[in-house]
């Protein structure tokens, strides 16, 4: 008896070691949810929803992206970190994720999580109505110091990367401004273009829509070079102002994912980034492409807690 419960038990154990071998190798076997922090319309569901598509086809199996808002992305943040650790439940981490905790907002970082890729980084632009009666940077800061907290800027939430690209911006320039938060980026430029508030520190993506319909004016672009879908907006520093300030955008897991599996994410969606469908919906989107593997965007996010962490000290937005 002894000799076949031992010979059962092996069968067993055999089957099981064949069911997870197939289980594994069959990844995925449905669809995968992609979680996105913030709401749809802004820069971040935009390119989420771009690249996820591109990977559908590498993948052979549907993405559904689940906008989870609120909390200035903590809500999304921490949906995708509790998520079950099986490959078929991801997100779209930003900026937020280095510089909430800081604030005391979320009690996690960016090492609960298990970096995928780097997809895009975007600089930060001021964009004014369209009848506003400033066109370049100093203009603005003129106007603002004539006029100490008139200006109201919109941003895409308290802590958010908009909102330090605001203080930033006010740090800097030696202007008082009052900070307007949204949950997300695209309902501070509606409130732009409909002339309830002053200004945004958005992306040139999130704002492209409004300057081609002619509600809003780009007034400059907070990078080191002239964005080539906007060729005639000069940066910061062309116009004696070196303020350099950029959002990034990558996929991460929840911890403790199976290797082989992240593996196999990571493959897809590396190779969605060279998609040529891809590449020209992030060009329309004006969406900046910047991609970097797990290993650099660990190293990458170590980097720019630390830096996102100084910046904040200096305008005291660290309680």
């Not at 106007?143 to 911006?169: C, D, E, F, K, M």
């Amino acid at each position: 008896m002894r000799r076949i419960f031992a010979l059962v038990l092996i069968g067993l154990l055999a089957a099981f070691a064949v069911s997870c071998e197939r289980e594994e190798r069959e990844f995925p076997s449905g669809n995968i949810t992609m979680i996105c922090p913030w709401a749809a319309g802004g820069g971040t569901d935009a390119i989420l929803r771009a690249i996820s598509s591109a990977a559908e086809r590498e993948l052979g199996v549907n993405i559904i992206v689940d906008n989870r808002t609120g909390g200035a992305g903590a809500i999304g943040h921490a949906a995708i970190m509790n998520a079950r650790p099986d490959g078929y439940t991801m997100g779209m981490i930003t900026f937020e994720l280095n510089s909430l905790p800081q604030q005391g907002l979320i009690h996690f970082t960016f090492e609960d999580f298990e970096p995928l890729i780097l997809v895009n980084a975007d600089a930060a632009a001021l964009t004014v109505h369209a009848n506003a009666p400033f066109n370049t940077v100093q203009e603005f800061v003129d106007y603002a110091r004539q006029n100490p907290g008139t200006i109201a800027i919109g941003n895409s939430a308290p802590g958010s990367v908009w909102h330090i690209g605001a203080g930033l911006l006010a740090s800097e320039t030696g202007i008082q401004v009052n900070h307007i938060p949204f949950e997300g980026a695209a309902g501070a430029v509606t409130a732009l273009a409909g002339g309830h508030i002053q200004a945004v520190s958005v992306s040139l993506a999130e704002v492209r829509s409004q300057v081609e319909a002619g509600n809003v004016k780009v007034l400059g672009v907070m990078d080191t070079q002239r964005n080539e879908m906007f060729p005639d907006v000069p940066t910061f520093q062309e116009q004696g102002f070196d303020i350099v300030y950029q959002t990034w955008r990558g996929l991460a897991l929840p911890r403790g994912v199976d290797p082989a599996i992240r593996e196999t994410l990571e493959r897809a969606f590396t190779a969605a980034m060279d998609d040529p469908v891809f590449i020209e919906q992030a060009r329309n989107l004006n969406l900046n492409l910047h991609f970097l593997p797990s290993g650099e965007f660990a190293t990458f996010l170590r980097d720019n807690k630390e830096a996102v962490t100084r910046t904040m000290i200096d305008l005291g937005m660290v309680n």
